[in-house]
């Protein structure tokens, strides 16, 4: 017999697929383990233009399939997670001889009318000369058209997954890679995967087993499968790096702006953190691997020039406070141009080896939950008790409340702990939601916190991270679970280093 500990799923990669997958399944009742090799969210899942959106510039390729389900998914999150994720307003200056606006009109109708939309509100024409969306664009543009998509935190959607998984039985190992992944028989003539690990801190190692092993390792996918799994991948990925650029705020309103440029690219300019505007995103084929993805200054050339075609202001070089870039594994469906590849996922079950592997290629982020349900359903003959689909109407933690409900949340909260200043309270409830109070305890003034790690990060937040997302260094801390790092210095940051290093 083989020792335990035996699971039922298997999960690599802690990216938003991996984490979905593991939440879902843990609550079907299924035994999962997860292993990341680096922190949650660490690739592609921190690294995008985080939106929850149905994609309005797919709709050029025909997606309407995938605009649909995206369209329908993003009330479904946004109900699931009004702390991290919110309703956002989009502006989309016309520009003669780009698209015609009877097009771009034709384009919002569907939009409007595809999914379902009931939260959101629907798409209406603006005078920019009479608008204040306008007083910051050049003076040519005279008319925009304005719709609905949302915002998300996409690393802290990452760790609220994970952190659910967990609360439900899923066994979540950062920093720990799988260095290989073999089909046995055992005793019983049962097929497992027998599993090595490696813990990347202490190089100390683990066998595991598990019935059924699901490959959501994203950019890595093909080289999980060719060396740690050691198989043929019957598909393949495109890699395709978006890149953004975060700047000093451009505007005090809260509104986003969708650009178009000449060669039918496109580009948003996002109201970011309080006192930002982040601009991106670029679709530039990688070939490099994926552990080497940073902004070229091509990218930033080229974001730069598109957001100077439309604002009045210029924005340079100098403006630019962060740079931040991430690898897309796209289903590669022969497209010519990456901007043109398919967003759409597909999850493909091999069987051949024995017990079951489910590979996850591309996908988006607005339908991680629905590829998650697809994943289990390629499992329901290998799993026939598993429990039915949960996740629809099924708050992350710290988003049991209503979204109309969140300034009411915001403003108990500050009176309850009346040290709280405005923006610090704000951050809180966007970041943990009902957990803010959790957190607080009964603290009567910010002394009881513990050290002060600047901009409001305090001691007790931060073993709340360490606690309950599996934050191990500060970078997981001020670059992923919140983006602290935009504010805190060097030093500060050095400081925190050092007391996670000591706790």
């Not at 996002?270 to 490099?288: F, K, R, S």
């Not at 690898?327 to 590849?341: H, I, M």
């Not at 109070?437 to 901009?455: E, P, Q, T, W």
Request: aromatic fraction near 10%; charge should be negative.
């Amino acid at each position: 017999m083989h020792p335990s500990p035996t699971y039922d799923l298997f999960i690599i990669g802690g990216g938003v697929n991996g984490c979905g997958i593991a939440r879902d399944a843990a609550g079907r009742g299924l035994s999962v383990a997860l292993a990341e090799k680096h922190d949650l969210a660490s690739g592609t899942s921190s690294a995008s233009t985080k939106l929850f959106h149905g994609g309005l510039r797919y709709l050029e390729f025909y997606e309407f399939g995938l605009v649909r389900q995206a369209l329908k998914e993003r009330e479904v999150l946004l109900q699931n997670m009004p702390h991290i994720s919110w309703p956002m307003r989009f502006v989309l200056p016309h520009v003669k001889g780009i698209r015609p606006a009877w097009l771009v009109r034709l384009g919002l109708f569907i939009y409007d009318h595809l999914g379902g939309r009931k939260l959101l509100p629907a798409t209406k024409t603006l005078d920019l000369r009479q608008h204040h969306a306008g007083s910051v664009l050049k003076t040519h543009l005279q008319k925009a058209f304005e719709y609905s998509d949302c915002w998300v935190q996409d690393a802290r959607l990452v760790a609220l997954n994970a952190q659910d998984a967990a609360q439900r039985g899923a066994s979540i190992m950062t920093r720990c890679k799988v260095t290989a992944a073999v089909c046995i028989t055992d005793d019983e003539g049962q097929h497992l995967w027998q599993i090595e690990l490696q813990d990347a801190l202490t190089l100390s190692q683990q066998t595991v087993y598990a019935k059924a092993l699901v490959n959501a390792s994203g950019p890595w996918i093909n080289q999980v499968i060719n060396q740690q799994i050691n198989t043929q991948s019957e598909h393949k990925i495109r890699l395709v790096r978006g890149s953004h650029i975060v700047v000093n705020k451009l505007f005090e309103h809260d509104r986003a702006y969708f650009f178009q440029s000449a060669d039918q690219r496109i580009a948003f300019a996002i109201p970011y953190e309080q006192n930002y505007t982040l601009i991106g995103t670029t679709d530039q084929d990688h070939p490099q691997t994926a552990d080497e993805v940073m902004c070229s200054q091509t990218e930033i050339d080229y974001l730069l020039a598109l957001a100077n075609e439309y604002f009045d202001s210029p924005v340079t070089q100098a403006d630019i406070v962060w740079t931040y870039a991430g690898v897309r594994p796209l289903f590669d469906d022969g497209a010519s141009k990456a901007s043109e590849a398919t967003r759409d996922y597909v999850v493909s079950i091999q069987q051949q080896l024995g017990a079951p592997l489910v590979n996850i290629f591309g996908g988006k982020i607005t339908t991680y939950r629905k590829l998650a349900e697809a994943t289990l359903a390629k499992l329901e003959a290998q799993f026939p008790h598993m429990g039915s689909p949960w996740t629809q109407r099924a708050p992350l933690p710290g988003g049991d409340f209503l979204l109309q409900d969140k300034a009411q949340l915001k403003q108990q909260l500050q009176q309850d702990y009346p040290f709280l200043t405005p923006d610090w309270a704000q951050r809180l409830i966007n970041t943990y939601g009902t957990n803010a109070r959790n957190i607080l305890g009964n603290a009567d003034c910010s002394a009881d916190l513990g050290i002060d790690f600047g901009h409001t990060l305090s001691q007790a937040e931060v073993q709340w991270l360490q606690q309950h997302e599996f934050a191990k260094t500060a970078q997981d801390i001020v670059w992923r679970r919140t983006k602290l790092g935009l504010a805190l210095n060097q030093t500060q940051i050095d400081v925190l280093s050092q007391w996670l290093d000591a706790h």
